[in-house]
Nanobody, 132 residues
Framework: QVQLVESGGGLVQPGGSLRLSCTAS???????????MAWFRQAPGKEREFVAASRRRSGNSDTSYASSVRGRFAISRDNAKTTLYLQMNTRKPEDTAVYYC????????????????????WGQGTQVTVSS
């Protein structure tokens, strides 16, 4: 089992920056093997939406972003601390949602990264509200 705990959410004004963190514990294959970590979000009354993903395999890593956040958000990880980050810049009211951290052992093909069913473990989520 892997436990994921998100933090860093809250009420923020439009514009500016916010950083979410996700710490993994338990059966932490994250630091040593091929794995994929990602962020999803869900706004009230809407379906869960892919935000960004980070794949790590054979010592290399790459990232993928939803078009709605590309250029504004940045995903990164600290493998030594098995922590995933989401740097949210230029926040908009439509970024208001519960943000979830997810993880999967292995490296799925790119077309699978945005599918919630791809991932094995989910965090409990952290609320981000963008409002003036």
């Amino acid at each position: 089992q892997v436990q994921l705990v998100e933090s860093g959410g809250g009420l923020v004004q439009p514009g500016g920056s916010l950083r979410l963190s996700c710490t993994a514990s338990g059966r932490t294959f994250t630091a040593y093997s091929s794995n994929t970590m990602a962020w999803f979000r869900q706004a009230p009354g809407k379906e869960r939406e892919f935000v960004a993903a980070s794949r790590r395999r054979s010592g290399n890593s790459d990232t993928s972003y939803a078009s709605s956040v590309r250029g504004r958000f940045a995903i990164s990880r600290d493998n030594a601390k098995t922590t995933l980050y989401l740097q949210m810049n230029t926040r908009k009211p439509e970024d208001t949602a519960v943000y979830y951290c997810v993880i999967k052992e292995g490296s799925p093909i790119s077309s699978m990264l945005s599918d919630p069913g791809t991932y094995d473990y989910w965090g409990q989520g952290t609320q981000v509200t963008v409002s003036s």
